[in-house]
């Protein structure tokens, strides 16, 4: 047995000194403290120091690439705060980043992609891409997303890494190769509020995407709901104020799932606890107002989405001021 | 409805740390019965990773053999040991119906009632099939007919019996083993062997290599193409068919070249599985070649049971015939399985009736085939690719839509199939080096067994192919197709 293990530890040993390589190489071309993920450690310095009150918006890149979120919560009096992030990090690490920072007298939007209601628990790739980058948000991770980070996330990153390395190996030695990377996925893409800003004043790729088939079956549905719902109580007991909002689809898009949309808006309406913002077809946008994915809105998008939620977060000041003013006079 | 749990398999780093572990713990220990108590405990905690429920179900259906066993050790007049056996299989069968069957029988049973012009309200059972039933039930069942036939006698040993039903290597998609060839080892002691936990390691490798570089990376092309066949020609959808024959033995294969593999680390040997199917040179070789410890069983246990080829031929070809469409229903609930059995069966018949056919069971040809030889295998695969149209298909419907556009429109150029971003053109060459390498070996169990290169040649092959499978995989993303039966 002796020599069997002694052969096994060799053979392991160099698949292992190569595994190192390979990392060392991919780590110094795209260093993790710049990447696009690592946003995130600022977006959660930004949550633990922004000023009250604040207007929190959750969500992944569609929260991202697709608001002025400023301008929003000026709208309603307030301070903004926009975790919106990545889509494949999952709704339960977009809830679960920021419900330990909720504080009384908080507003929050939720606007998660449509991919949230088949596959909320996120994609384990990127989960442990997030690990790689900011360890201690290892703990928003919930235990299954850590099962599925053991069955297949570390080997499926490391094969990326791998093929990014062995994709271009005269870029072995290359350091900072992340510079070459579109500035708008890159951490300084992103300003001081949370939102991406590079691409707004870059010309949109052609994009690719024309097909998508809203997928989503009753039991994911439902785990959404649950999952929504208990962040809506959590908040309740912490005196926070959640609203839903719709994300944005290229109105072809939305045509062609219409059907499902509606079905998924009406049982929303029906069975999450939080209310709805806005209707599904006012995010149905034109394919101009899109950037490079159906959910990454350009500039044009931007600002017409802007304009609508900042146009019903106005509303909700305006009640919420006539309502403490009512709640004032009440007590005096 | 399907578990939303993950399964512990073969290819996750889960199951690495798993079988580190248990190996570390299991070769510390010296007695034979504690490494059967290890190897045990974990088993249970290898099935019960997905749900620890069904490791409820597992125990029963373990329980009720094992007692059937020990009452056939006693009973010695016939028809109170058919009533024993009787008792076991209706336990065995009854679990397989309910948790496998009974969706399927109900909603045939309304339609053929509805159609006589009855009504009868739907009753379906809203019941996870828990993953493996199909193999350890045919491991238990034939536990008790081979005691039945005085094969064997019952043990009275319960560990090691539970040990060789729940045995975690094999208990997901088997080999199906007999009782006759495993349960013995468990009663062994076991001397470490550096060339046997060599040769699992290769095998293991070989093993993984398939899964993640071909069965994977096949897998988007051929769902693509099956899940919406009327957006392809017939030239795509030939190309999809025998992308899912070569994805189907490359998922199933390697999870037998995993199980053997990881069997022998432990010190335990089972049965070869797959035997390079796809150089049959007719149907019957085939399926002397393919899942032979499926095969085997029903021959063993359904075949020669109803009569073999002892009877008259009519007899016989119903024989054959019955075999193959239960062999098609054992995979699935659905009338695609049967009717895949069925024309396998009708594959089959001509060997089995003609008294001097030509059967091959044993060596491939030594030498480069002759053209005939060729052709033979050419037109065994292509045969056999007609059965997969019906058991990878949706429905019937998509089936027959798909055999009539390949006929009609084989010649159609293909081309959005491989243009979606999912698939990748590399697949294939891939396939065809390790089909070329199987040919090569087709005289060792596989191709990475008895090579006598020099070591550090065999580790760079190792090695290559492990990073391969890093580089190729796509990890994760399709479970091993034989889960759901």
Redesign the interface.
């Known amino acids: 047995?002796r020599?069997?293990l002694k052969?096994?530890l060799l053979?392991a040993a160099?698949?292992l000194a190569?595994a190192a390589v390979v990392i060392w190489s991919y780590r110094r071309q795209f260093p993790p403290s710049q990447h696009f993920l690592a946003a995130d450690i600022d977006k959660q310095s930004l949550i633990q120091t922004q000023a009250a009150p604040r207007l929190i918006f959750i969500g992944g890149s569609s929260m991202a690439f697709g608001v002025n979120s400023a301008r929003i919560a000026e709208s309603c009096g307030r301070h903004p705060v926009n975790m919106g992030l990545h889509a494949a990090l999952g709704l339960k690490y977009m809830l679960a980043e920021v419900q330990p920072h909720l504080r009384a007298g908080d507003w929050v939007i939720v606007a998660p992609e449509y991919q949230q209601f088949s596959k909320l628990g996120g994609n384990?790739e990127f989960l442990v891409n997030m690990i790689e980058i900011a360890p201690a948000h290892g703990r928003f991770f919930t235990r299954e997303q850590w099962?599925?980070i053991?069955?297949?996330g570390?080997?499926?990153r490391?094969?990326r890494q791998?093929?990014a390395v062995?994709g271009r190996p005269s870029r072995l030695f290359d350091r900072g190769t992340i510079g070459k990377t579109r500035p708008y996925y890159r951490r300084d893409g992103f300003n001081a509020n949370g939102d991406v800003v590079a691409h707004l004043n870059v010309k949109p790729p052609r994009m690719s995407e024309r097909e998508f088939r809203l997928r989503h079956d009753k039991?994911s549905v439902r785990e959404t709901v649950e999952v929504l719902n208990r962040f809506a109580d959590v908040a309740k007991q912490r005196g926070v104020r959640v609203w839903f909002s719709h994300a944005p689809l290229p109105q072809p898009v939305f045509d062609q799932n219409r059907r499902a949309v509606d079905e998924l808006e009406a049982t929303l309406a029906r069975e999450v606890r939080i209310p709805q913002l806005d209707r599904a077809e006012e995010l149905a946008f034109p394919y101009d107002h899109f950037f490079d994915t159906w959910y990454h809105l350009s500039l044009r998008g931007v600002e017409k989405r802007t304009e609508l939620l900042a146009a019903r977060m106005a509303e909700q000041g305006k009640a919420f001021a006539e309502g403490s003013s009512q709640h004032d006079e009440f007590h005096h | 409805m399907v578990s939303s749990r993950t399964f512990m398999s073969f290819t996750t780093l889960t199951f690495l740390i798993f079988l580190v572990t248990v190996f570390a713990l299991y070769w510390s220990l010296r007695d034979r019965r504690t490494q059967n108590v290890v190897l045990l405990t974990a088993s249970y905690i290898f099935y019960g990773w997905w749900d620890w429920r069904f490791c409820l179900l597992m125990i029963a259906a373990s329980l009720v053999d094992f007692f059937v066993g020990l009452g056939l050790n006693k009973v010695e007049e016939p028809r109170w040991r058919k009533v024993l056996l009787t008792c076991g299989l209706s336990a065995n069968l009854g679990m397989l119906g309910v948790f496998k069957y009974f969706n399927f029988f109900a909603e045939n049973f309304q339609a053929l009632v509805t159609k006589l012009g009855w009504h009868v309200d739907p009753i379906t059972l809203n019941v996870i099939l828990p993953v493996g039933i199909s193999f350890y039930t045919f491991q238990t069942m034939s536990y008790s007919i081979d005691i039945y036939r005085r094969k064997m006698r019952g043990t009275t040993q319960l560990i090691e019996y539970l040990a060789y039903v729940s045995f975690f290597p094999q208990l997901v998609a088997g080999p199906i083993e007999r009782a006759t060839h495993l349960l013995p080892q468990f009663f062994k002691d076991r001397v470490f062997s550096d060339e046997q936990a060599r040769s699992g390691c290769k095998q293991a490798l070989w093993g993984v290599f398939k899964k993640m570089v071909i069965a994977d990376n096949l897998s988007p092309i051929v769902d693509t193409a099956f899940a919406n066949p009327s957006a392809y020609n017939g030239a795509e959808l030939a190309l999809a068919t025998v992308g899912f024959a070569l994805q189907i033995y490359c998922d199933f294969s390697a999870y037998s070249d995993i199980a053997i593999g990881v069997a022998r680390l432990f010190g335990f040997e089972l049965m070869r599985n797959f035997a390079y199917p796809y150089f049959s040179q007719s149907v019957g070789e085939f399926w002397r070649r393919w899942h032979i410890s499926l095969s085997t069983w029903f021959k063993d246990y359904v075949y020669f049971p109803l009569g073999g080829s002892r009877v008259a031929k009519p007899r016989m070809a119903m024989n054959v015939m019955i075999t193959f469409m239960l062999s098609g229903l054992w995979h699935g609930a659905s009338w695609n399985f049967i009717i895949w059995g069925a024309l396998n069966g009708l594959g089959v018949l001509p060997e089995i009736l003609r008294p001097h056919s030509r059967r091959t069971a044993g060596e491939l040809p030594a030498e480069q085939p002759s053209a005939k030889t060729f052709a033979r295998i050419l037109g065994t695969f292509s045969f056999i690719c007609v059965g997969w149209i019906f058991f990878r298909a949706g429905s019937f419907a998509d089936a027959i839509l798909i055999l009539q556009r390949i006929v009609t429109a084989f010649l159609a150029p293909v081309g959005g199939l491989l243009r979606s971003d999912e698939t990748d053109g590399r697949v294939w060459v891939v396939a065809a080096l390790l089909l070329g390498a199987e040919w090569i070996k087709r005289s060792e169990w596989h191709p990475l067994a008895g090579i006598r290169w020099p070591q550090p040649v065999r580790w760079v092959a190792y090695s290559a192919l492990l990073w391969i499978a890093l580089y190729l995989g796509t990890f994760g993303s399709s479970p091993f197709i034989y889960f759901q039966f």
């Open positions: 047995m020599g069997f052969k096994l053979f160099i698949q190569i384990t099962s599925g053991f069955d297949s570390f080997v499926k490391f094969g791998l093929r062995a039991a």
